[in-house]
């Protein structure tokens, strides 16, 4: 009897100390009411994918409402390295190198090349995403470091929604977080002061050698008179030990400034 009250006693210890250093889900699997935030923002930290080598074939559409074009894309990332891309319909037509400080690309039906510096892409978004940013985009995992953030809860019944406290900034986040994996479904980002938004969402999310990365990514955009949208559907992912980002820009192209 006294091992049976020992043995329970030591269960409620232990489920009481795992009540406290872990965020509760609701049998409906949706958010709790009163969480702790700096609880959150930890279990928010340990299910982000920290990978070395990405590698996945991609059917990318895109939609500026007046046209659209689908692409297959071969894309490869290596972790704080590089993310390349080799774009193709039915035959290769386009190549793209990015760096933490530069952008490179060159497409073959006009013959011509850019070479420039990272805020090439922050031009085309209205944005101001780093190398670390972007990489971040394409796993799934949101762009802020939530384990050095201090961060406010916006009440929303389905979902985890917070928002960095720091004032003034341009390009200010919102993400919005599943309840029960604590995985990103979207994030969003408004330029203070214009209509200009961009928004992230993981509408699927899929399951390769152990690791939840995305298998859907819609990323649309507007400046308060034009929607962009790209749709990305992740196929035969894999987390190759070697990994290679082959670029090479062909004699006799042109050079484009951008």
Partial sequence: MKNTQKYAALFLLLALMLSCKSVRVLPNK??????DLAVLGSEI????????????RIKAEYNDQKRK????????LQKDKSFWMSAN??????????TPEKVRFYEKFQKTYYDGDIDFINQQLGSSFSFDDLQNIFLGNPITDFSKTKFDRISHPQFYVLTPKEKGQQF???????PNTFRL?????LVSATGQSLS???????????????KKIDISTFDGTNFLQISLDFLRVDFPKNLTTPFVIPDNYKKIEL
């Fill in 30 to 35: 949706a958010p709790v009411k009163r969480v």
């Fill in 45 to 56: 930290v340990k299910a982000e994918e920290n990978i070395k080598n990405f590698r996945a």
């Fill in 69 to 76: 074009q689908q692409v297959s894309v071969n894309f490869r």
């Fill in 89 to 98: 319909i039915l035959i290769p037509i386009a190549k793209v190198l990015v």
């Fill in 172 to 178: 200010r986040p919102t993400y919005f977080f599943d």
């Fill in 185 to 189: 479904k979207e994030q969003r980002f």
């Fill in 200 to 214: 992230i969402k993981y509408t699927q999310n899929q399951q390769v050698d152990g690791k939840t990365v995305p």
